[in-house]
């Protein structure tokens, strides 16, 4: 077996899904920071937000944790096969992001501080690294299941508006944690390093998860243009929440699908320029936004549309970023600052490979 090839092969596909994922959170952020919400429903405008809500939100930040998952079981196991202390130095990752999510925090505090939600929630992996994998996908199923299950009862049964964003909440979290926990059992299983062998699987999956997408793009359809007012309609948000599982499914599976077939390589290559600095463009795309809003003269309330404007102009830019960065360095400026406070005196080894 070529080991070198199934590293850059799993390497690449994850840069890939890393890159696709950003720009789908910096879609949301972008409409995010424009604040408006009053929209005709015969506008443009009206139909961006119910794609939005449907195929966006959540769904992005899910594959990120899901990829979360996937990098915390491959820093593991490197780890451990370089007889360093793992749970050790697992902590201290986890404990070093911290101060990057604070700093992403002050840059944007409207937005959902997801690196320090990943600090925090991230020490729930240490009990699972040692779990057979159908162990860990099992509580991943019970734990989305729940999920789903706390919100439909929310939409049928609650009306006051805080309980309402309350659960959202929480639905939020555990969505996050059983992301990480799937992401987790894909790492254990080198879904990656056997992609080619795995492809009938992927395939079966991207078709069931299709299946299962389909009946909540229909749902949310309807009920957004029965109850126009899109930020207060509980079910729509709530059908919203609910595909985020199928979604994730189905846009993994249809990526790895697309890398599989040679002639997507040059339209994924910008992808994996940012997905290698994934960090550093996440919290380069937030200090982005904060500063072309006001250079290009838009107030708060700018519409949807003004918003894909200005998700080209920054994803443009992360991507000439990366790669002129790329040329003369391994890593990004963040990741280089987390890798070294991460394994401390043992930063400087040589026989320590990059990690993701």
């Known amino acids: 077996m070529d080991t070198t090839t199934n590293i850059s092969i799993r390497t690449m596909s994850l840069d890939i899904i890393r890159g696709v994922a950003l720009l789908g959170v910096l879609i949301v952020h972008a409409a995010g920071y424009s604040g408006a ?86 020490f729930i992996l240490v009990p699972f690294f040692k779990r057979k994998p159908r162990n860990i996908l099992r509580i ?76 909540f793009v229909l749902g949310g359809v309807w009920i957004g243009y029965i109850n126009p007012d899109v930020n207060e309609n509980k079910f729509l948000l709530g059908i919203g929440d609910l595909a985020s599982y199928p979604f994730v499914i189905f846009y993994l599976s249809s990526m790895l699908i697309l890398y599989n077939k040679n002639s997507f390589v040059y339209i994924y290559k910008p992808l994996s320029y940012v997905g290698r600095i994934s960090l550093t463009a996440y919290v380069g795309h937030l200090l982005l936004l904060k500063l072309l809003i006001p250079l290009l003269g838009w107030a708060p309330g700018y519409t949807l549309v003004q918003s894909l404007v ?38 400087s080894s040589k026989q320590l490979s990059s990690y993701k």
């Open 310 to 347: 200005l998700v080209f102009i920054v994803f443009t830019i992360l991507i000439i970023f990366s790669f002129v960065w790329m040329q003369k360095f391994q890593q990004g400026p963040l990741e280089k600052v987390w890798r070294f406070f991460t394994y401390g005196k043992y930063a």
């Open 37 to 122: 919400n009053n929209f005709s429903i015969h506008s443009l405008d009206y139909s961006l937000s119910i794609f939005n809500h449907l195929f966006l939100d959540n769904k992005f930040v899910s594959i990120y944790s899901f990829l979360f998952g996937v990098g915390s079981q491959m820093f593991f196991s490197r780890v451990q096969q370089r007889g360093l202390r793992s749970y050790r130095l697992f902590s201290r990752r986890l404990i070093t992001l911290l101060p990057i999510g604070i700093i992403s925090m002050l840059i944007a505090p409207q937005v959902t501080p997801i690196l320090v939600m990943y600090s925090l929630l991230g």
């Open 140 to 215: 991943a199923g019970i734990l989305a299941l729940c999920n789903m299950i706390l919100m439909i009862g929310t939409m049928v049964f609650s009306s006051a508006f805080y309980i309402t964003l309350l659960m959202h909440y929480i639905y939020y979290i555990l969505l996050i944690v059983s992301m990480f926990l799937l992401g987790l059992f894909v790492g254990k299983i080198d879904l990656f390093q056997q992609l080619s062998q795995q492809m009938s699987i992927i395939k079966r999956i991207h078709k069931v998860s299709l299946f299962l997408s389909l009946p």
